[in-house]
């Protein structure tokens, strides 16, 4: 299997199943002499683990991080830093009613085919439980750009959807609730509808807004490697990533260029930023926010129409423990894919 690597200079290469001894990665390309906050690391792994809260899956995972390489002294060495995630909660004979039989709109067919063998175990290498070893690279690779700030937050779930700009929320209230949406009476209206969802045995979509601030000038690399083209490459290799726009996104469309264009100030700064901080697909200085669409949970607590291994149309219920919605615990995935395309992009530019 290809593809389990991203990043150039700051590369992270992930391994592990949902329901294997352990995930893992090696980061390489970290430079030496960084000062690691291991708290910090174990603070963003406490926001994407399962069992958080009343409305994601109740797996219950530590998630705790094991160091075996390239950190001595609570620095970073310059070599390859190997971990792993230890696997603790798994019960894989939740998943066995699905071993001969495909899932609607999951990787099950598709991994069959490809591979001609798949891991049915909560969908094995496919399952989001893989993100885990992202947010460890992310969460090092923000603490290689202590300047830059990387918020993401709720912006819809379902049909619920903010309506304020991003300049109008307080980013310390992301964390105050469950749903992680910074706007206090919206969250509530949200951990309540997804509270509903999850009684019928459904799941429902949602929005996660990325605000990323104190982004130096020329980050970037024209022409096939856009700062805005990695980072939409970083965001749809996340699970159930549907859609990805930055700036004034699919709006944009509708205006006219003396309606769009990001008038210069003397400093170089610019009076409006429909262009999103980026420009020629390298970092103006300004804000960088772009929105992320993650589809619903693909798993149902309803009895659907499936298709088993020998061609046969069958009937099965989801079974084990799922999200109803996944964008609370995507937050620090989209922030840890951010901070990778960043630092890669940070390392790149210090070569010239």
Do not use: W
């Amino acid at each position: 299997m290809a593809g389990n690597s991203y990043g150039t200079l700051y590369k992270i290469t992930t391994f592990g199943e949902s329901h294997g001894e352990a995930l893992g990665g090696i980061i390489d390309g970290c430079p030496s002499g960084i000062v690691l906050d291991l708290e910090a690391i174990e603070f963003e792994m406490s926001r994407r683990k399962p069992g958080q809260s009343a409305i994601v899956t109740q797996r219950k995972e530590p998630d705790a991080v094991q160091f075996l390489s390239g950190i001595f002294e609570g620095k970073t060495t310059g070599t390859p830093i190997g971990f792993i995630i230890p696997n603790t909660n798994q019960k894989s004979d939740d998943y066995s009613h699905i071993k001969d039989n495909y899932r609607p709109s999951h990787a099950d067919y598709v991994y069959d085919q490809k591979y001609g063998f798949r891991d049915y175990r909560g969908g094995g290498r496919s399952s989001a439980r893989e993100t885990a070893s992202r947010v460890v690279a992310g969460a090092i690779a923000k603490q290689m750009l202590p300047k830059i700030k990387i918020h993401a937050f709720v912006s819809a779930v379902g049909d619920l959807s903010l309506d304020k700009s991003y300049h109008e929320l307080d980013f310390n209230l992301i964390e105050s609730n469950p749903v992680r949406c910074p706007d206090i009476e919206m969250a509530a209206k949200m951990e309540d509808y997804i509270r509903e969802i999850r009684k019928q045995g459904d799941t429902v979509g949602g929005m996660v807004t990325c605000v990323i601030q104190n982004v130096p000038v020329g980050l970037g690399e024209p022409v096939f490697d856009k700062l805005h083209a990695e980072l939409g490459k970083a965001m749809l290799s996340i699970n159930a990533v549907k859609g990805f726009e930055y700036g004034s996104g699919f709006e944009g469309s509708k205006m006219k260029g003396s309606q769009h264009n990001d008038l210069y100030n003397s400093d170089g700064t610019t009076r409006t930023n429909l262009s999103g901080g980026i420009q020629g697909g390298i970092s103006n200085g300004m804000d960088i926010y772009f929105n992320v669409a993650f589809k619903p949970v693909a798993t149902i607590m309803q009895k659907q129409e499936s298709l088993d291994n020998q061609g046969n149309i069958t009937e099965m219920t989801g079974k084990g423990r799922h999200d109803p919605c996944v964008v609370p615990r995507a937050v620090p995935i989209v922030e840890a894919m951010a901070a990778i395309v960043l630092a890669d992009f940070y390392l790149i530019n210090k070569t010239y």
